[in-house]
């Protein structure tokens, strides 16, 4: 009866997850309120929810509780250690620490400069894809306790994935000063101002001129000639040129 309580716990616990997951998404709270809710399904030491970002190709952390030497490896240097090609992999449902093979261990710069200095025995790596397939951001678990085996939350963390992706997504237009906020040199690509990036954005959606400008506040006359500097600064004659041009830089379609 206590295992069978034990699931039934868990489960509840999901569902406060998935309603601070949806609460998060809605911009009502902060990504924090669900790594806390997640406490409850898988017991932690350390855990974080990254987002990924393609511009600048690094995470960038929006709640956490390792140390900052940690989380500026997950920031910086985890999709470069050989782990990562494994945890990315969409078919996988996250990377639990006891089951990697020793020799990915062995050569895997985050295990052993990272969480061997933490003590960290057991946890969980999971990569977050949007329903479209993209790639936005990842969970970090950590433990200092192995877990029993066999471990309902496995299955749970899983299932959460999917909330958690949203939770972490980007924003689907971002704001001028949301974009000017990182490094211009990796958030500005070809020189194009903030605003001309979202355009940019835009653009990689197929949206004509009156659909950008209804989105973006302005005038269609507005973002023509946005598009026009845009053409301009990056050499290219048309807007399908243009857009793939932001495809090869990484620039996801905004929904």
Same mark, same amino acid.
């Given at each position: ?146 877990? /029993?085996?066999?471990?309902?939350? +496995?299955? $749970?963390? *899983?299932?959460?994935?999917?909330? =958690? %992706?949203?939770?972490?997504? !980007? ?43 209804? /989105?973006?506040?302005?005038?269609? +006359?507005? $973002?023509? *000639?946005?598009?026009?500097?845009? =053409? %301009?600064?990056?050499?290219? !004659? ?18």
């Amino acid at each position: 009866m206590a295992a069978e309580r034990s699931r039934t716990d868990i489960l509840d616990a999901a569902v406060h997850v998935r309603e601070a997951a949806m609460s998060a998404t809605s911009g009502a709270t902060g990504v924090d309120t669900v790594l806390a809710a997640l406490s409850e399904v898988v017991e932690y030491d350390h855990a974080s929810l990254a987002r990924w970002d393609p511009l600048r190709r690094c995470h960038i952390t929006l709640a956490g509780s390792y140390p900052d030497d940690a989380t500026a490896y997950i920031e910086t240097r985890l999709h470069h250690d050989p782990m990562f090609p494994v945890l990315r992999s969409p078919a996988r449902g996250g990377l639990w620490l006891r089951d990697v093979p020793w020799q990915l261990l062995t050569a895997s710069p985050g295990f052993q400069e990272v969480l061997c200095p933490l003590g960290i025995e057991d946890g969980v790596a999971q990569c977050l894809f949007a329903t479209d397939g993209r790639y936005v951001g990842m969970l970090n678990v950590s433990t200092r306790r192995p877990r /029993r085996t066999p471990d309902p939350a +496995r299955a $749970v963390v *899983t299932l959460l994935t999917e909330a =958690l %992706a949203a939770a972490v997504g !980007p924003r689907a237009v971002p704001t001028p000063e949301e974009i000017a906020a990182a490094d211009p040199a990796a958030r500005r690509p070809g020189g194009l101002s903030p605003r001309e990036l979202q355009v940019l954005t835009e653009l990689t959606a197929g949206r004509t001129n009156r659909e950008i400008a209804e /989105r973006l506040y302005i005038t269609p +006359r507005t $973002v023509g *000639t946005h598009i026009e500097h845009i =053409l %301009a600064k990056l050499d290219l !004659p048309n807007r399908a040129a243009a857009a793939a041009r932001a495809a090869a830089w990484g620039i996801e379609p905004s929904r």
